[in-house]
């Protein structure tokens, strides 16, 4: 176990060493990884805001996962997007191929909070955009019926016309566990950008809202919710979803 856990912390700063300035994925991770399930998965936003520049803007991601063992979750996912113009929105078009991986650090419960660390690579699929590497320290807690978890990311670009400096930023969910079918909370999202930036608050990008988390049957979990811009960076409002099949 030590082993484990001392390559997978070199690994992940060496990540933060190399890093899309927009955490564009609305899903918080949970630390955790179960062997053997299978997953599928799409997640989406869609921006809604007065300016044109940032209203309509969507993403979508579409993924396949997998429980290798009991530290290990891994998941291939497709990106993609539509983004506004002066005179309308772009079509639809697949931006990247992502490798995401999911490593528990310790059995749940072991210790006060439930550790883990998430490592990706987004390569691109088209040639004018640019691969990025991201790292996320993953932290989980419950208190009673209250779920909390708590992602720390680090983003780098890298390859021709990347942006050299790392960004960072967070991401915090609290849910009620009221039922299996529907467990209310909220979520709040910031993006630092570059971290030797050191951008002032209406610079970053600050949002929060409600989200609702639930099973609709043995195998079908969903999360959705309603993001609010509370700096001037970010959209005036967003909506997020994520719908898993697992088995």
């Not at 809604?48 to 969507?58: C, E, F, G, S, Y």
């Not at 909390?148 to 960072?168: C, K, M, R």
């Not at 930023?169 to 566990?177: L, N, Q």
Request: glycine share 8%; proline share 4%.
């Amino acid at each position: 176990m030590k082993l484990k856990v001392a390559f997978i912390t070199i690994v992940f700063f060496g990540f933060i060493g190399l890093s899309h300035p927009a955490f564009a994925e609305r899903f918080v991770f949970e630390p955790y990884a179960e062997q053997g399930e299978w997953e599928f998965e799409n997640t989406g936003v869609y921006d809604i805001d007065p300016h044109k520049n940032k209203n309509a803007v969507q993403e979508y991601h579409y993924a396949v996962g997998y429980g290798v063992n009991s530290f290990w979750h891994t998941e291939l996912e497709l990106e993609g997007e539509t983004l506004p113009t002066d005179d309308a929105i772009t079509k639809y078009k697949t931006t990247h191929l992502e490798w995401e991986n999911i490593f528990q650090l310790a059995p749940k419960g072991k210790y006060w909070l439930d550790p883990g660390i998430y490592l990706a690579y987004e390569a691109p699929v088209i040639s004018k955009e640019v691969g990025q590497f991201e790292g996320k320290i993953l932290l989980e807690k419950s208190i009673g019926k209250f779920t909390n978890v708590l992602n720390i990311s680090f983003n780098q670009e890298v390859g021709e016309g990347a942006d050299p400096h790392t960004d960072a930023g967070m991401s915090w969910s609290t849910r009620y566990r009221l039922s299996r079918y529907f467990e209310p909370g909220f979520e709040y999202w910031n993006d630092f950008s570059a971290i030797d930036h050191h951008l002032d608050y209406d610079r970053q990008s600050h949002q929060v809202g409600p989200c609702f988390y639930g099973t609709l049957s043995r195998h079908i979990k969903y999360n959705i919710g309603y993001l609010f811009g509370i700096s001037a960076a970010s959209p005036r409002g967003e909506l997020k979803w994520v719908l898993e099949y697992e088995f």
